[in-house]
Protein backbone atom coordinates (compact mmCIF):
# COMPACT_ATOMS: atom_id res chain seq x y z
CA UNK A 1 0.00 0.00 0.00
CA UNK A 2 1.24 3.61 -0.82
CA UNK A 3 0.06 7.12 0.88
CA UNK A 4 0.21 10.34 -1.48
CA UNK A 5 2.79 12.62 -0.64
CA UNK A 6 0.50 15.26 -1.33
CA UNK A 7 -3.01 14.67 -0.09
CA UNK A 8 -2.31 11.53 2.14
CA UNK A 9 -4.65 9.58 -0.20
CA UNK A 10 -3.81 5.50 0.32
CA UNK A 11 -2.82 3.94 -3.14
CA UNK A 12 -2.69 0.54 -4.48
CA UNK A 13 1.57 -0.41 -5.08
CA UNK A 14 0.85 -0.82 -8.83
CA UNK A 15 -0.52 2.85 -8.97
CA UNK A 16 1.99 5.78 -10.89
CA UNK A 17 -0.07 8.72 -9.97
CA UNK A 18 -2.29 9.31 -6.90
CA UNK A 19 -6.25 9.00 -8.10
CA UNK A 20 -7.06 12.02 -6.32
CA UNK A 21 -4.66 15.19 -7.33
CA UNK A 22 -2.69 13.51 -10.01
CA UNK A 23 1.05 13.86 -8.05
CA UNK A 24 3.25 11.06 -9.40
CA UNK A 25 3.93 7.76 -6.88
CA UNK A 26 6.76 6.34 -9.29
CA UNK A 27 9.89 5.26 -7.62
CA UNK A 28 8.00 5.87 -4.20
CA UNK A 29 9.03 3.81 -1.41
CA UNK A 30 5.99 2.46 0.16
CA UNK A 31 5.98 4.24 3.89
CA UNK A 32 7.50 2.04 6.28
CA UNK A 33 5.08 0.03 8.72
CA UNK A 34 6.99 2.01 11.78
CA UNK A 35 6.93 5.19 10.75
CA UNK A 36 4.41 7.90 11.98
CA UNK A 37 2.54 11.01 10.56
CA UNK A 38 2.56 14.31 12.32
CA UNK A 39 -1.53 14.83 12.45
CA UNK A 40 -0.90 19.02 12.51
CA UNK A 41 1.31 18.95 9.08
CA UNK A 42 1.20 15.48 8.02
CA UNK A 43 5.22 15.33 7.93
CA UNK A 44 6.62 11.57 8.25
CA UNK A 45 8.40 11.12 11.28
CA UNK A 46 11.08 8.84 12.42
CA UNK A 47 9.47 5.90 15.00
CA UNK A 48 11.63 7.66 18.36
CA UNK A 49 10.46 11.19 17.32
CA UNK A 50 9.29 13.29 20.18
CA UNK A 51 8.29 16.13 18.17
CA UNK A 52 7.46 16.68 14.52
CA UNK A 53 10.70 18.15 12.63
CA UNK A 54 8.33 20.33 10.93
CA UNK A 55 5.95 22.18 13.18
CA UNK A 56 6.79 20.83 16.53
CA UNK A 57 3.92 19.02 17.81
CA UNK A 58 4.38 16.74 20.46
CA UNK A 59 4.53 12.87 19.70
CA UNK A 60 2.26 12.17 22.14
CA UNK A 61 -0.12 14.17 19.91
CA UNK A 62 1.03 11.71 16.86
CA UNK A 63 -1.28 8.68 15.39
CA UNK A 64 0.52 5.83 13.54
CA UNK A 65 0.28 4.35 10.02
CA UNK A 66 -2.34 5.94 8.70
CA UNK A 67 -2.81 8.46 5.88
CA UNK A 68 -2.35 12.46 7.51
CA UNK A 69 -5.47 14.97 6.72
CA UNK A 70 -5.93 16.92 3.55
CA UNK A 71 -6.62 20.27 5.06
CA UNK A 72 -3.34 19.81 7.41
CA UNK A 73 -0.89 18.19 4.97
CA UNK A 74 -1.07 21.24 2.34
CA UNK A 75 1.56 23.38 4.92
CA UNK A 76 3.99 20.10 4.66
CA UNK A 77 6.43 20.31 2.20
CA UNK A 78 5.50 18.96 -1.30
CA UNK A 79 7.61 16.83 -3.68
CA UNK A 80 7.65 18.27 -7.32
CA UNK A 81 4.31 17.45 -9.12
CA UNK A 82 4.68 16.13 -12.74
CA UNK A 83 3.84 18.62 -15.43
CA UNK A 84 1.47 16.25 -17.10
CA UNK A 85 -0.85 16.05 -13.96
CA UNK A 86 -0.68 20.22 -13.26
CA UNK A 87 -1.53 20.18 -17.13
CA UNK A 88 -4.97 17.80 -16.59
CA UNK A 89 -5.67 20.15 -13.63
CA UNK A 90 -5.71 23.12 -15.05
CA UNK A 91 -7.74 22.27 -18.36
CA UNK A 92 -10.31 21.05 -15.89
CA UNK A 93 -10.65 24.02 -14.40
CA UNK A 94 -10.52 26.10 -17.71
CA UNK A 95 -13.64 23.62 -18.72
CA UNK A 96 -15.02 24.17 -15.45
CA UNK A 97 -14.83 28.44 -15.75
CA UNK A 98 -15.72 28.03 -19.41
CA UNK A 99 -19.22 26.17 -18.28
CA UNK A 100 -20.31 28.45 -15.49
CA UNK A 101 -19.73 31.85 -18.21
CA UNK A 102 -21.66 29.17 -20.48
CA UNK A 103 -24.41 29.38 -18.10
CA UNK A 104 -24.23 32.89 -16.85
CA UNK A 105 -24.25 34.21 -20.71
CA UNK A 106 -27.26 31.94 -20.80
CA UNK A 107 -29.41 33.36 -18.29
CA UNK A 108 -28.58 37.09 -19.31
CA UNK A 109 -28.34 36.90 -23.23
CA UNK A 110 -30.64 34.00 -24.02
CA UNK A 111 -33.92 35.48 -22.22
CA UNK A 112 -33.53 38.66 -24.24
CA UNK A 113 -33.09 36.25 -27.44
CA UNK A 114 -36.17 34.81 -27.29
CA UNK A 115 -38.36 37.93 -26.30
CA UNK A 116 -41.31 38.58 -28.13
CA UNK A 117 -41.41 41.51 -30.86
CA UNK A 118 -43.49 43.42 -28.47
CA UNK A 119 -41.19 42.89 -25.41
CA UNK A 120 -38.27 43.97 -27.78
CA UNK A 121 -39.62 47.08 -28.82
CA UNK A 122 -40.75 48.35 -25.23
CA UNK A 123 -37.48 46.81 -23.53
CA UNK A 124 -35.00 48.56 -25.87
CA UNK A 125 -36.34 51.58 -25.90
CA UNK A 126 -36.49 51.31 -22.00
CA UNK A 127 -33.05 50.93 -21.66
CA UNK A 128 -31.98 53.44 -23.79
CA UNK A 129 -34.61 56.50 -22.05
CA UNK A 130 -36.38 55.56 -19.36
CA UNK A 131 -34.43 53.13 -16.89
CA UNK A 132 -31.54 55.83 -17.03
CA UNK A 133 -34.42 58.92 -16.87
CA UNK A 134 -36.08 57.25 -13.81
CA UNK A 135 -32.50 56.47 -12.00
CA UNK A 136 -32.01 59.91 -12.15
CA UNK A 137 -35.42 61.13 -10.95
CA UNK A 138 -35.01 58.58 -8.12
CA UNK A 139 -31.25 59.91 -6.90
CA UNK A 140 -32.86 63.35 -6.89
CA UNK A 141 -35.86 62.65 -4.98
CA UNK A 142 -33.33 61.23 -2.53
CA UNK A 143 -30.92 64.09 -2.10
CA UNK A 144 -34.07 66.44 -2.01
CA UNK A 145 -36.52 64.67 -0.07
CA UNK A 146 -34.30 64.38 3.03
CA UNK A 147 -34.54 67.82 3.22
CA UNK A 148 -31.08 68.13 4.54
CA UNK A 149 -28.09 69.99 3.39
CA UNK A 150 -25.27 71.50 5.36
CA UNK A 151 -22.50 73.85 4.18
CA UNK A 152 -20.41 76.64 4.95
CA UNK A 153 -20.48 79.29 1.53
CA UNK A 154 -17.95 81.91 0.73
CA UNK A 155 -18.86 84.27 -2.29
CA UNK A 156 -16.49 86.43 -3.95
CA UNK A 157 -16.71 87.99 -6.81
CA UNK A 158 -14.06 90.33 -9.09
CA UNK A 159 -14.33 91.83 -12.58
CA UNK A 160 -12.31 92.99 -15.70
CA UNK A 161 -12.59 96.64 -14.41
CA UNK A 162 -9.80 98.15 -11.74
CA UNK A 163 -12.24 100.72 -10.49
CA UNK A 164 -14.81 98.10 -9.25
CA UNK A 165 -12.46 95.61 -8.19
CA UNK A 166 -10.84 98.57 -5.66
CA UNK A 167 -14.33 97.98 -3.82
CA UNK A 168 -14.35 93.89 -4.31
CA UNK A 169 -10.98 93.02 -3.44
CA UNK A 170 -11.02 91.65 0.13
CA UNK A 171 -15.28 91.72 -0.03
CA UNK A 172 -17.72 88.84 0.41
CA UNK A 173 -20.70 87.15 1.13
CA UNK A 174 -20.28 84.47 3.58
CA UNK A 175 -23.44 82.22 4.61
CA UNK A 176 -23.58 79.38 7.26
CA UNK A 177 -26.41 76.71 6.49
CA UNK A 178 -27.43 73.64 8.41
CA UNK A 179 -30.94 72.19 7.79
CA UNK A 180 -32.83 69.41 8.22
CA UNK A 181 -36.40 68.30 8.38
CA UNK A 182 -37.25 69.93 11.77
CA UNK A 183 -35.09 72.50 12.16
CA UNK A 184 -32.28 74.97 10.47
CA UNK A 185 -29.94 77.17 11.32
CA UNK A 186 -28.63 80.27 9.40
CA UNK A 187 -25.57 82.66 9.58
CA UNK A 188 -25.03 85.41 7.04
CA UNK A 189 -22.20 88.01 6.56
CA UNK A 190 -21.22 91.03 4.37
CA UNK A 191 -17.84 91.98 4.62
CA UNK A 192 -16.72 95.05 2.53
CA UNK A 193 -13.12 95.74 1.48
CA UNK A 194 -11.99 93.74 4.27
CA UNK A 195 -14.54 95.33 7.09
CA UNK A 196 -17.47 93.62 8.37
CA UNK A 197 -20.67 95.54 7.50
CA UNK A 198 -23.47 93.23 8.22
CA UNK A 199 -24.04 89.73 9.77
CA UNK A 200 -27.36 88.14 10.92
CA UNK A 201 -27.88 84.94 12.82
CA UNK A 202 -31.49 83.28 12.11
CA UNK A 203 -32.53 79.91 13.61
CA UNK A 204 -35.85 77.53 13.66
CA UNK A 205 -36.31 74.31 16.15
CA UNK A 206 -39.66 72.90 16.68
CA UNK A 207 -42.15 76.15 17.06
CA UNK A 208 -39.16 78.43 18.16
CA UNK A 209 -37.66 81.05 15.79
CA UNK A 210 -34.59 82.96 16.80
CA UNK A 211 -32.42 86.08 15.51
CA UNK A 212 -29.81 88.15 16.21
CA UNK A 213 -28.18 90.98 14.11
CA UNK A 214 -25.37 91.71 16.45
CA UNK A 215 -23.81 94.91 14.21
CA UNK A 216 -26.98 96.43 14.54
CA UNK A 217 -28.01 95.48 18.43
CA UNK A 218 -26.05 93.52 20.85
CA UNK A 219 -29.43 91.14 21.67
CA UNK A 220 -29.84 87.96 20.71
CA UNK A 221 -34.12 87.55 20.60
CA UNK A 222 -36.24 84.21 20.12
CA UNK A 223 -39.44 83.15 20.63
CA UNK A 224 -41.87 80.90 20.37
CA UNK A 225 -44.19 81.20 17.36
CA UNK A 226 -47.36 79.66 18.55
CA UNK A 227 -47.27 82.02 21.57
CA UNK A 228 -46.37 84.55 19.23
CA UNK A 229 -49.51 83.80 17.24
CA UNK A 230 -51.89 83.64 19.79
CA UNK A 231 -50.77 87.13 21.57
CA UNK A 232 -50.70 88.73 17.75
CA UNK A 233 -53.81 87.53 16.61
CA UNK A 234 -55.50 85.27 19.43
CA UNK A 235 -55.33 81.93 16.86
CA UNK A 236 -54.55 78.48 18.51
CA UNK A 237 -51.54 76.85 16.77
CA UNK A 238 -49.16 74.62 17.85
CA UNK A 239 -46.07 74.46 15.30
CA UNK A 240 -43.80 72.33 17.31
CA UNK A 241 -44.93 69.14 15.06
CA UNK A 242 -44.18 70.77 11.62
CA UNK A 243 -41.83 69.19 9.24
CA UNK A 244 -40.85 68.72 5.80
CA UNK A 245 -42.08 65.26 4.40
CA UNK A 246 -39.82 62.75 4.16
CA UNK A 247 -39.44 61.76 0.32
CA UNK A 248 -38.28 58.14 -1.07
CA UNK A 249 -36.63 58.01 -4.40
CA UNK A 250 -37.28 54.30 -4.32
CA UNK A 251 -40.96 54.64 -3.90
CA UNK A 252 -41.79 57.47 -5.96
CA UNK A 253 -39.72 55.50 -8.96
CA UNK A 254 -41.65 52.29 -8.44
CA UNK A 255 -45.18 54.21 -8.47
CA UNK A 256 -44.04 55.70 -11.98
CA UNK A 257 -42.99 52.76 -13.38
CA UNK A 258 -45.37 50.65 -12.47
CA UNK A 259 -47.78 53.47 -14.79
CA UNK A 260 -45.49 53.25 -17.45
CA UNK A 261 -46.22 49.78 -17.14
CA UNK A 262 -49.74 49.87 -17.68
CA UNK A 263 -49.52 52.61 -20.68
CA UNK A 264 -46.64 50.33 -22.10
CA UNK A 265 -49.95 47.18 -21.80
CA UNK A 266 -50.58 49.02 -25.49
CA UNK A 267 -48.22 47.48 -26.95
CA UNK A 268 -49.23 43.70 -28.22
CA UNK A 269 -48.09 40.76 -30.64
CA UNK A 270 -50.98 41.95 -32.74
CA UNK A 271 -50.09 45.80 -33.46
CA UNK A 272 -46.25 45.24 -33.84
CA UNK A 273 -44.39 44.06 -36.66
CA UNK A 274 -41.09 42.94 -37.79
CA UNK A 275 -39.45 43.55 -40.84
CA UNK A 276 -35.80 42.28 -41.72
CA UNK A 277 -32.55 43.35 -43.60
CA UNK A 278 -34.11 46.93 -43.96
CA UNK A 279 -32.23 50.09 -45.57
CA UNK A 280 -32.99 52.95 -43.35
CA UNK A 281 -31.27 56.40 -43.72
CA UNK A 282 -30.40 58.60 -39.92
CA UNK A 283 -31.08 62.32 -42.36
CA UNK A 284 -29.39 64.43 -39.07
CA UNK A 285 -26.34 62.33 -38.60
CA UNK A 286 -26.17 61.37 -42.32
CA UNK A 287 -25.43 57.68 -42.07
CA UNK A 288 -27.09 54.98 -44.03
CA UNK A 289 -27.72 51.77 -41.96
CA UNK A 290 -29.07 48.24 -42.21
CA UNK A 291 -30.85 46.47 -39.61
CA UNK A 292 -34.30 45.54 -38.62
CA UNK A 293 -37.21 47.65 -37.98
CA UNK A 294 -40.08 47.42 -35.37
CA UNK A 295 -43.13 49.26 -36.45
CA UNK A 296 -46.10 49.99 -33.72
CA UNK A 297 -49.46 50.65 -35.26
CA UNK A 298 -52.17 50.47 -32.44
CA UNK A 299 -55.51 49.82 -32.57
CA UNK A 300 -58.57 51.35 -31.13
CA UNK A 301 -59.24 48.39 -29.13
CA UNK A 302 -55.76 48.59 -27.80
CA UNK A 303 -55.72 52.02 -26.74
CA UNK A 304 -59.34 51.89 -25.33
CA UNK A 305 -58.07 48.77 -23.38
CA UNK A 306 -54.81 50.60 -21.77
CA UNK A 307 -56.97 53.62 -20.88
CA UNK A 308 -59.62 51.98 -19.20
CA UNK A 309 -57.24 49.47 -16.90
CA UNK A 310 -55.26 52.73 -16.67
CA UNK A 311 -58.60 54.17 -14.90
CA UNK A 312 -59.20 51.22 -13.08
CA UNK A 313 -55.83 51.69 -11.80
CA UNK A 314 -56.33 54.80 -10.56
CA UNK A 315 -59.46 53.79 -8.27
CA UNK A 316 -58.02 51.38 -6.69
CA UNK A 317 -54.12 52.42 -6.32
CA UNK A 318 -54.04 53.15 -2.64
CA UNK A 319 -50.00 53.29 -3.03
CA UNK A 320 -50.45 56.73 -5.20
CA UNK A 321 -52.90 57.98 -2.68
CA UNK A 322 -50.47 57.06 0.19
CA UNK A 323 -47.52 59.05 -1.57
CA UNK A 324 -49.55 61.96 -2.24
CA UNK A 325 -50.61 62.29 1.40
CA UNK A 326 -46.98 61.87 2.82
CA UNK A 327 -46.12 65.09 0.58
CA UNK A 328 -49.07 67.20 1.83
CA UNK A 329 -49.53 64.97 5.48
CA UNK A 330 -53.10 67.35 6.22
CA UNK A 331 -53.07 65.25 9.70
CA UNK A 332 -49.82 67.32 10.40
CA UNK A 333 -51.33 70.68 9.27
CA UNK A 334 -54.76 69.72 11.12
CA UNK A 335 -52.98 69.29 14.04
CA UNK A 336 -50.53 72.24 14.13
CA UNK A 337 -53.71 75.19 12.63
CA UNK A 338 -56.31 73.82 13.16
CA UNK A 339 -59.09 71.75 11.38
CA UNK A 340 -60.16 75.11 10.08
CA UNK A 341 -56.92 75.29 7.89
CA UNK A 342 -58.65 73.23 4.75
CA UNK A 343 -61.93 75.35 5.59
CA UNK A 344 -63.70 72.39 6.11
CA UNK A 345 -62.81 70.52 3.00
CA UNK A 346 -61.73 66.89 3.77
CA UNK A 347 -58.62 66.68 1.71
CA UNK A 348 -58.01 63.27 1.64
CA UNK A 349 -61.68 62.96 0.34
CA UNK A 350 -61.27 65.79 -2.02
CA UNK A 351 -57.81 64.09 -3.60
CA UNK A 352 -59.96 60.71 -3.82
CA UNK A 353 -63.02 62.96 -5.97
CA UNK A 354 -59.86 64.28 -7.85
CA UNK A 355 -58.27 60.50 -9.00
CA UNK A 356 -62.03 59.31 -9.63
CA UNK A 357 -63.40 62.18 -11.83
CA UNK A 358 -59.80 61.34 -13.50
CA UNK A 359 -60.67 57.55 -13.82
CA UNK A 360 -64.45 58.72 -15.15
CA UNK A 361 -62.35 60.71 -18.05
CA UNK A 362 -59.95 58.21 -19.30
CA UNK A 363 -63.33 56.08 -19.50
CA UNK A 364 -65.78 58.03 -20.81
CA UNK A 365 -63.32 58.89 -23.90
CA UNK A 366 -61.08 56.38 -24.09
CA UNK A 367 -63.29 54.37 -27.19
CA UNK A 368 -63.29 58.05 -28.90
CA UNK A 369 -59.22 58.29 -28.39
CA UNK A 370 -58.69 54.74 -29.31
CA UNK A 371 -60.70 55.34 -32.53
CA UNK A 372 -59.19 58.97 -33.29
CA UNK A 373 -55.43 57.52 -32.59
CA UNK A 374 -56.22 54.15 -34.96
CA UNK A 375 -57.71 56.79 -38.00
CA UNK A 376 -54.74 58.98 -37.35
CA UNK A 377 -52.62 56.43 -38.82
CA UNK A 378 -50.54 56.70 -35.77
CA UNK A 379 -47.05 54.94 -36.18
CA UNK A 380 -43.95 54.45 -34.31
CA UNK A 381 -41.16 53.07 -35.77
CA UNK A 382 -38.08 51.26 -34.07
CA UNK A 383 -34.88 50.77 -35.89
CA UNK A 384 -32.13 48.41 -34.50
CA UNK A 385 -28.66 48.03 -35.85
CA UNK A 386 -26.48 45.28 -34.55
CA UNK A 387 -28.69 44.95 -31.76
CA UNK A 388 -28.16 48.61 -31.64
CA UNK A 389 -31.33 51.54 -31.25
CA UNK A 390 -30.38 53.64 -34.32
CA UNK A 391 -34.07 55.38 -35.14
CA UNK A 392 -37.31 55.80 -33.86
CA UNK A 393 -40.09 57.91 -35.77
CA UNK A 394 -43.24 58.66 -34.38
CA UNK A 395 -45.76 59.97 -37.24
CA UNK A 396 -49.39 59.86 -38.09
CA UNK A 397 -51.18 59.30 -41.85
CA UNK A 398 -53.05 62.67 -41.93
CA UNK A 399 -50.24 64.97 -41.07
CA UNK A 400 -46.81 66.01 -42.35
CA UNK A 401 -45.18 66.47 -38.63
CA UNK A 402 -42.59 63.88 -37.40
CA UNK A 403 -40.93 63.41 -34.51
CA UNK A 404 -37.47 61.51 -34.85
CA UNK A 405 -34.23 60.29 -32.62
CA UNK A 406 -31.51 58.88 -34.40
CA UNK A 407 -28.32 57.43 -32.45
CA UNK A 408 -24.44 55.97 -33.84
CA UNK A 409 -21.63 54.78 -31.94
CA UNK A 410 -21.23 53.59 -28.08
CA UNK A 411 -20.83 55.47 -25.02
CA UNK A 412 -17.30 54.38 -24.43
CA UNK A 413 -16.19 55.47 -27.83
CA UNK A 414 -18.32 58.85 -29.09
CA UNK A 415 -22.14 58.68 -29.21
CA UNK A 416 -23.78 60.90 -31.41
CA UNK A 417 -27.45 61.42 -30.45
CA UNK A 418 -30.50 63.85 -32.66
CA UNK A 419 -33.22 64.05 -31.51
CA UNK A 420 -36.04 66.67 -33.81
CA UNK A 421 -39.04 67.74 -35.18
CA UNK A 422 -40.16 68.35 -38.63
CA UNK A 423 -43.17 69.50 -40.52
CA UNK A 424 -43.45 69.94 -44.10
CA UNK A 425 -39.64 68.61 -44.56
CA UNK A 426 -38.46 71.54 -42.63
CA UNK A 427 -36.89 70.95 -39.29
CA UNK A 428 -38.45 72.84 -36.40
CA UNK A 429 -36.35 72.21 -33.72
CA UNK A 430 -33.68 69.98 -32.97
CA UNK A 431 -31.04 69.03 -30.22
CA UNK A 432 -27.98 67.46 -31.14
CA UNK A 433 -25.96 65.60 -28.64
CA UNK A 434 -22.26 64.44 -28.82
CA UNK A 435 -20.82 62.54 -26.27
CA UNK A 436 -18.37 59.95 -24.54
CA UNK A 437 -19.39 58.47 -21.08
CA UNK A 438 -16.87 56.07 -19.29
CA UNK A 439 -17.67 55.14 -15.73
CA UNK A 440 -19.15 58.26 -14.41
CA UNK A 441 -17.03 60.23 -16.31
CA UNK A 442 -18.08 62.35 -19.57
CA UNK A 443 -17.54 64.87 -21.90
CA UNK A 444 -19.25 66.44 -25.02
CA UNK A 445 -21.63 68.91 -26.14
CA UNK A 446 -25.26 69.84 -26.64
CA UNK A 447 -26.85 71.86 -29.07
CA UNK A 448 -30.09 73.03 -29.27
CA UNK A 449 -31.33 74.98 -32.99
CA UNK A 450 -34.79 76.63 -32.89
CA UNK A 451 -36.37 77.91 -35.54
CA UNK A 452 -35.09 80.80 -37.77
CA UNK A 453 -31.86 78.84 -37.02
CA UNK A 454 -30.47 80.01 -33.54
CA UNK A 455 -28.53 78.14 -31.76
CA UNK A 456 -28.09 77.27 -27.93
CA UNK A 457 -25.43 75.27 -26.76
CA UNK A 458 -23.93 73.53 -23.99
CA UNK A 459 -20.58 71.74 -23.63
CA UNK A 460 -19.25 70.01 -20.73
CA UNK A 461 -16.98 67.43 -18.69
CA UNK A 462 -17.73 66.34 -15.94
CA UNK A 463 -17.93 63.28 -13.65
CA UNK A 464 -21.19 62.30 -11.93
CA UNK A 465 -19.48 60.11 -9.16
CA UNK A 466 -18.11 63.84 -7.60
CA UNK A 467 -20.60 66.06 -6.48
CA UNK A 468 -20.25 69.05 -4.98
CA UNK A 469 -21.99 70.01 -1.80
CA UNK A 470 -23.94 72.07 -4.07
CA UNK A 471 -25.05 68.59 -5.48
CA UNK A 472 -23.32 69.99 -9.10
CA UNK A 473 -20.66 67.18 -10.77
CA UNK A 474 -16.93 68.43 -10.51
CA UNK A 475 -15.84 69.27 -14.18
CA UNK A 476 -16.05 72.36 -16.66
CA UNK A 477 -19.51 73.61 -18.44
CA UNK A 478 -19.87 76.13 -20.63
CA UNK A 479 -22.96 78.25 -22.38
CA UNK A 480 -22.92 79.77 -25.63
CA UNK A 481 -25.30 81.24 -28.56
CA UNK A 482 -24.82 82.41 -31.63
CA UNK A 483 -27.34 85.29 -30.77
CA UNK A 484 -25.48 86.36 -27.65
CA UNK A 485 -22.13 88.04 -27.79
CA UNK A 486 -20.68 86.36 -24.84
CA UNK A 487 -20.70 83.37 -23.21
CA UNK A 488 -21.21 81.85 -19.37
CA UNK A 489 -18.93 78.83 -17.89
CA UNK A 490 -18.48 77.08 -14.72
CA UNK A 491 -15.92 75.18 -13.05
CA UNK A 492 -16.45 73.13 -10.50
CA UNK A 493 -13.19 71.40 -8.88
CA UNK A 494 -12.35 70.24 -5.38
CA UNK A 495 -10.12 72.79 -3.17
CA UNK A 496 -8.06 69.54 -1.43
CA UNK A 497 -8.82 72.03 1.85
CA UNK A 498 -11.99 70.26 2.80
CA UNK A 499 -14.44 72.40 0.21
CA UNK A 500 -15.80 72.69 -3.66
CA UNK A 501 -14.68 75.63 -5.79
CA UNK A 502 -17.78 77.03 -8.39
CA UNK A 503 -16.41 79.35 -10.48
CA UNK A 504 -18.54 81.45 -12.64
CA UNK A 505 -17.28 83.09 -14.89
CA UNK A 506 -19.40 85.43 -17.77
CA UNK A 507 -17.89 86.86 -20.93
CA UNK A 508 -20.18 90.03 -22.42
CA UNK A 509 -20.48 92.93 -24.49
CA UNK A 510 -19.58 96.10 -21.92
CA UNK A 511 -22.18 97.74 -24.39
CA UNK A 512 -24.57 95.93 -22.52
CA UNK A 513 -23.41 96.68 -19.01
CA UNK A 514 -23.29 100.61 -19.78
CA UNK A 515 -19.68 99.81 -20.69
CA UNK A 516 -18.41 99.17 -17.11
CA UNK A 517 -17.13 95.84 -17.51
CA UNK A 518 -16.55 92.97 -20.32
CA UNK A 519 -16.23 90.33 -17.70
CA UNK A 520 -17.59 88.72 -14.45
CA UNK A 521 -16.23 86.01 -12.17
CA UNK A 522 -18.16 84.88 -9.32
CA UNK A 523 -16.87 82.28 -6.59
CA UNK A 524 -18.36 80.27 -4.56
CA UNK A 525 -16.50 78.10 -2.28
CA UNK A 526 -18.46 75.25 -0.39
CA UNK A 527 -17.50 72.90 2.86
CA UNK A 528 -18.50 69.75 3.01
CA UNK A 529 -20.53 70.23 6.49
CA UNK A 530 -21.23 73.73 7.87
CA UNK A 531 -19.67 75.36 11.17
CA UNK A 532 -22.79 77.14 12.10
CA UNK A 533 -23.84 77.31 15.76
CA UNK A 534 -26.00 79.28 17.76
CA UNK A 535 -24.85 82.97 19.75
CA UNK A 536 -22.69 83.13 22.48
CA UNK A 537 -25.35 85.45 24.45
CA UNK A 538 -28.21 85.17 26.73
CA UNK A 539 -31.30 85.26 24.32
CA UNK A 540 -33.96 87.18 25.17
CA UNK A 541 -37.67 85.84 25.29
CA UNK A 542 -39.72 88.23 22.81
CA UNK A 543 -42.94 85.70 22.76
CA UNK A 544 -45.28 87.96 24.52
CA UNK A 545 -45.02 91.03 22.65
CA UNK A 546 -47.75 92.77 21.68
CA UNK A 547 -48.21 93.42 17.71
CA UNK A 548 -47.48 97.09 18.28
CA UNK A 549 -43.98 95.96 19.93
CA UNK A 550 -42.99 93.21 17.11
CA UNK A 551 -44.24 96.49 14.71
CA UNK A 552 -41.74 98.49 16.74
CA UNK A 553 -38.75 96.25 16.90
CA UNK A 554 -38.52 94.94 13.38
CA UNK A 555 -39.07 99.30 12.23
CA UNK A 556 -36.05 100.03 14.40
CA UNK A 557 -34.37 96.93 12.95
CA UNK A 558 -35.55 97.84 9.39
CA UNK A 559 -34.50 101.18 9.31
CA UNK A 560 -30.55 100.06 10.94
CA UNK A 561 -30.07 97.74 8.03
CA UNK A 562 -31.09 99.87 5.35
CA UNK A 563 -29.05 102.96 6.42
CA UNK A 564 -26.43 100.67 7.15
CA UNK A 565 -26.43 98.76 4.16
CA UNK A 566 -26.89 101.82 1.51
CA UNK A 567 -24.28 103.84 3.59
CA UNK A 568 -21.43 101.38 2.81
CA UNK A 569 -22.32 99.87 -0.56
CA UNK A 570 -23.16 103.60 -2.16
CA UNK A 571 -19.73 103.73 -3.37
CA UNK A 572 -19.75 100.67 -5.20
CA UNK A 573 -23.06 101.07 -6.88
CA UNK A 574 -21.79 104.61 -8.33
CA UNK A 575 -18.55 103.25 -9.29
CA UNK A 576 -20.11 100.30 -11.51
CA UNK A 577 -22.70 102.54 -13.10
CA UNK A 578 -19.51 104.72 -14.05
CA UNK A 579 -20.78 107.54 -11.70
Known amino acids: MKICPNCGRQAQDADTFCLKCGTTLANQPAPDKESIFCINCGERLPPDSAFCVNCGTPVHQVSTPQAPSPSKVQTA??????????????????????????????????????????????????????????????????????????????ITANTDSSVINEYLRDS???LKLDLDQNSFQADASLTLMGSPILSGYLSYDQGRASFYLPEIQDTYYTLDLSDTIRTVSGQEVDLSGLTLPQLSGKEWRSLIQSYLDLVCAVVTEENVTVDKDVFFYLSHLGEECKGTRYRFQPKAEDVERMLRTLAQSLREDDNLRELILKVVNPDMLTEAFGPDIFQGYDLEAQLDDALLSLADELERYAADIGRQVEESGFTWDLYLEGGEVRMIQLYTSQSDSVVAYECLGREADGREEAFYVTAYGETQLSVNHTYTKKGTASNGTLDVTVPYGNVFGLSYDMDTGKKSPLGIPQGSFRIYSDQISGSLSLEVADTGRGSVEHTLRLQIDPSYVGGTFGSLTVTIDATETSSVKAPAVLPQDISSYSYDEYG????????????????????????????
Request: aromatic letters at 10%; a negative charge.
Open 77 to 154: EKPPVDPKARKRKITIGIVAAAAVAAVVAGVLVIPSLFQSPAKQFVSRQQELFLDRALAAFEEGVDTFGTGQFSSDLT
Open 172 to 174: SIG
Open 552 to 579: ALFQELGDAVYQDLIRNLEPLIYSSYGW
